[in-house]
């Protein structure tokens, strides 16, 4: 793995570094605002999950919460649009959840 290909970690992208791309895709742009509508419910009602909470309940009853990358997978699943890029917005707004 080259260190391109590494995924920046939540409190590198927290200074700044990495802003999501621009959106181009209608599709992605109305799958964006379907994953940021989902993440802020599901973090309003204390039920989104940051990677290690995730690990955590891998094995138990996780239906009643949702991870960034479950969210971001749905919206663009549901309009057509890029997860990749979804979730790159998601990250940047919820940085502690990445």
């Known amino acids: 793995m080259s260190l391109h290909d ?10 700044g ?4 791309p621009p959106i181009t895709s209608p599709a992605t742009q109305q799958a964006l605002v379907l994953a940021q509508q989902l993440a802020q ?5 204390q039920r989104l999950l940051g990677p290690h909470e995730a690990l955590a309940v891998a094995c138990r009853d996780g ?4 991870t960034l990358y479950s969210l971001a997978h749905r919206a663009a699943v549901a309009t057509g649009g890029d997860a990749d890029i979804v979730l790159q917005y998601l990250e940047h707004r919820w940085p502690d959840f990445a």
């Open 17 to 20: 570094g990495d802003d999501p």
């Open 6 to 15: 590494h995924k920046r970690d939540a409190w590198h992208r927290s200074l």
């Open 63 to 66: 239906h009643n919460t949702e």
């Open 41 to 45: 419910d599901y973090h309003d009602r």
